[in-house]
């Protein structure tokens, strides 16, 4: 190999800064660089809905807010639509007029109910706890049932779904949340749905046969495998469900979500024909 002539190297590299020179490259001002638009100022005043779970500002801007969201309290006019309680989730939007979306004291959005208050541009407004937000107890128990749930084996999706909509694991002494606790897990929550302990359950699972299967054999409790979002509004509907069976291989997060949306808007009663003859069917598989 021959030797590098650094005379000759140093020849094209002296050409080559000289014709980017020429080119404005290397002596090119520098870019402005601008800082990202907006600044947060913790003014949560335009955002009732998070300043009403608990996000607060520091410092001299939480007088500034506290303030400013004391006086749109006290100098806002009363509802003059259905003030909504509880959970509120995506389906019990789907019927409401107008523009604003008025909540009770203590009431929160799911994460699709948010996401159809933004695709809509709802107006979030808060209303005074006075006892008498026009809103009927039993609509009350509906929206915030409290549900029990279990996953047998390990589902990141169905995890995060329990964490968002506030689920109460079953617990289990032994076997954790293998198949062998099964039988268990499924007898502890139909103790709980009869002795009004919870009153909507929720099982995620490999494979829902079993499941189901298993759920339908214990008394008061009426399970449906959650196949579509309709389907388990049909359910709801005609069965009076309290036990959703999630086959979570085959759902993502949005559909577990939504089904289980519909669930959460059941008060677990079944109609009164339905019970009637579900208890013929028992009393038929007796003799």
């Not at 026009?134 to 929206?143: C, I, L, S, W």
């Not at 062998?180 to 046969?209: C, D, H, K, N, W």
Request: aromatic letters at 4%; a neutral charge.
């Amino acid at each position: 190999m021959t030797d590098v002539d650094a005379r000759l190297v140093e020849q094209i590299t002296t050409a080559v800064l000289q014709v980017l020179g020429r080119g404005g490259v290397v002596d090119a001002p520098p870019a402005n660089i601008h800082a990202p638009i907006g600044t947060c100022t913790g003014d949560y005043s335009r955002f009732p809905e998070l300043a009403a779970a608990g996000a607060q500002p520091s410092g001299s801007a939480a007088g500034a807010v506290a303030g400013a969201t004391s006086a749109t309290r006290e100098d806002q006019a009363p509802a003059s639509g259905p003030v909504l309680a509880g959970l509120i989730t995506a389906n019990r939007l789907k019927g409401l007029q107008g523009t604003v979306l008025y909540l009770a004291a203590g009431a929160r959005l799911s994460p699709l109910a948010m996401d159809e208050v933004k695709q809509r541009k709802l107006q979030v407004q808060r209303v005074a706890a006075d006892g008498g937000d026009g809103v009927p107890a039993a609509e009350k128990t509906k929206a915030g049932a409290a549900w029990c749930c279990w996953v047998q084996g390990h589902c990141a999706t169905a995890a995060r779904v329990i964490e968002q909509y506030h689920g109460r694991p079953i617990p289990v002494a032994s076997n954790g949340n293998s198949t062998e606790s099964m039988p268990r897990v499924i007898r502890r929550m139909a103790r709980s749905l009869r002795q009004g302990e919870f009153r909507l359950a929720v099982l995620f699972v490999p494979t829902a046969g079993v499941a189901a299967c298993m759920a339908n054999r214990c008394a008061h409790v009426r399970a449906v495998v959650g196949t579509t979002t309709k389907s388990v509004q049909d359910a709801v509907t005609a069965l009076g469900a309290n036990l959703l069976v999630i086959e979570y291989p085959q759902h993502n997060y949005q559909a577990m979500a939504a089904m289980l949306e519909v669930l959460l808007t059941s008060n677990g009663i079944a109609p009164a024909l339905m019970e009637k003859e579900l208890l013929g069917l028992a009393a038929d598989s007796n003799d």
